[in-house]
């Protein structure tokens, strides 16, 4: 059975970093495209960042571009999602997922069938 498992989340103040993780059981992740999605009170899970198959190309979106991280470790079976510099409007519930079918990755979340649970980011002073 496939799994994933968010950890990481966490209270922080703005201009902070946190490092959120998703682990795997049942599976390789570098088989997989993976991508970071987030959801805000009253407002549609959007895609934050993701990475095609064994990490080839990343795609990041407008609003987290030059703050936030997308990276594999192979060894650990884990992807990584380092933010920097974060503000308020990062806010949100942070879910990975895994897009079984395509070696791309898109910031699209209809592509993607595995989630995992979330993890809760909030950042605040």
């Known amino acids: 059975q496939w799994q994933l498992v968010e950890s990481g989340g966490g209270l922080v103040q703005p201009g902070g970093s946190l490092r959120l993780s998703c682990a795997a059981s049942g599976l390789t992740l570098d088989d997989y495209a993976i991508g970071w999605f987030r959801q805000a009170p009253g407002k549609e899970r959007e895609g934050v960042s993701c990475t095609s198959t064994s990490g080839g190309s990343t795609n990041y979106a407008d609003s987290v571009k030059g703050r936030f991280t997308i990276s594999r470790d192979n060894a650990k079976n884990t992807v990584y999602l380092q933010m920097a510099s974060l503000k308020p409007e990062d806010t949100a519930v942070y879910y990975c997922?895994?897009?079984?079918?395509?070696?791309?990755?898109?910031?699209?979340?209809?592509?993607?069938?595995?989630w995992g649970q979330g993890t809760q980011v909030t950042v605040s002073s």
């Open positions: 997922a895994l897009d079984p079918f395509q070696e791309s990755c898109v910031l699209y979340k209809h592509e993607y069938d595995y």
